[in-house]
């Protein structure tokens, strides 16, 4: 730790730096819509039946808090319902795409020479794709579908991870400790996944954290244009399309998915980067 970050860490109240307020919010906030995730369709199992007679109802009409859409549906149970689609996805494809950035990176900045120019090659070429041109059109080969899009961005995310997880070996792979560890004679498996990798862990927790809202975003973004779930289905990205022309007769339908968005994908990057930097002062410690 360099004498400026020591000076700033004295300085800052301890409450204050292990009590962030901001991520606490954004923990409590990621808390309730994992909870929605799991008990969603327990909650609202009725999300998606339409109503015509009900259609277009202005929010805090009776029973129904947040409005109706034009087909009738419940907004505040579409939101919920939605819960699932939008956080099940993103954290299939961060955990995917860490896994393969793990294995990929850890093995090209620990052996290096050919297997480092394969797979170095083999990410420039997955970088040089455009995310979503790339979905559009396997979904036009393939079909659109939740699980399709699911493996097509843990592919597209991987390189990212494959680079940070390969810098992060890297640095540790020159340090004494893996010296000693080849001195005796442990297997290059065991060093790269015993004494290096755990050394880059606040490196592969922080990049999930942000994969997890990146993801998210990707996935909304899909939905809006009508590629990662099917029509009807209960998720956020799929509200904003839906709702875009009733925004004057129930903004919320709108604004209550696009906000959950916002902040969801806000909260993952500020809680992501606070686990990092415990792991890493920790780390230093």
């Known amino acids: 730790m360099s004498s400026t970050e020591a000076i700033v860490l004295a300085k800052t109240p301890r409450s204050r730096r292990r ?11 990621l808390g309730l819509v994992t909870f929605l995730a799991i008990f969603g369709n327990l909650i609202a199992p009725d999300a998606t039946a339409q109503s015509i007679l009900d259609s277009l109802l ?33 954290v299939c494809v961060a955990l995917g795409s860490m896994l393969l950035g793990i294995l990929l990176g850890t093995v090209s900045g620990y052996l290096r020479g050919p297997i480092d120019f394969i ?30 899009t699911v493996l097509l ?12 997880v390969r810098a992060g070996v890297m640095e540790q792979a020159a340090r004494p400790f893996v010296e000693a560890a080849q001195m005796l004679s442990l297997s290059k498996t065991r060093i790269m996944f015993t004494q290096v990798l755990p050394n880059v862990s606040s490196l592969i927790i ?35 399309t839906d709702g875009r022309a009733i925004m004057i007769d129930n903004p919320a339908a709108v604004l209550i998915p696009a906000l959950l968005i916002i ?23």
């Open 19 to 29: 009590h962030p307020v901001a991520v606490w919010v954004s923990i409590a906030l």
């Open 58 to 90: 202005p929010p805090g009409s009776p029973g129904h808090l947040l409005g109706t859409d034009e087909l009738g549906r419940d907004v505040l149970a579409l939101t919920i319902a939605g819960a699932s689609s939008a956080l099940v996805g993103p």
């Open 119 to 148: 797979i170095g090659r083999w990410t420039d070429l997955l970088f040089s794709l455009p995310l979503l041109l790339a979905a559009i059109v396997v979904a036009g080969v393939f079909g659109a579908g939740y699980w399709m």
């Open 153 to 164: 961005l843990i592919l597209l995310f991987s390189p990212s991870d494959i680079r940070i």
């Open 206 to 240: 922080t990049n999930s954290m942000l994969n997890v809202a990146f993801a998210l975003v990707a996935f909304s973004s899909l939905s809006f244009l009508g590629v990662g779930v099917a029509p009807g289905t209960a998720d956020w990205g799929r509200q904003l």
């Open 263 to 285: 902040g969801v994908a806000s909260a993952a990057n500020l809680v992501g980067d606070w686990l990092g930097q415990i792991l890493t002062r920790t780390g230093r410690s």
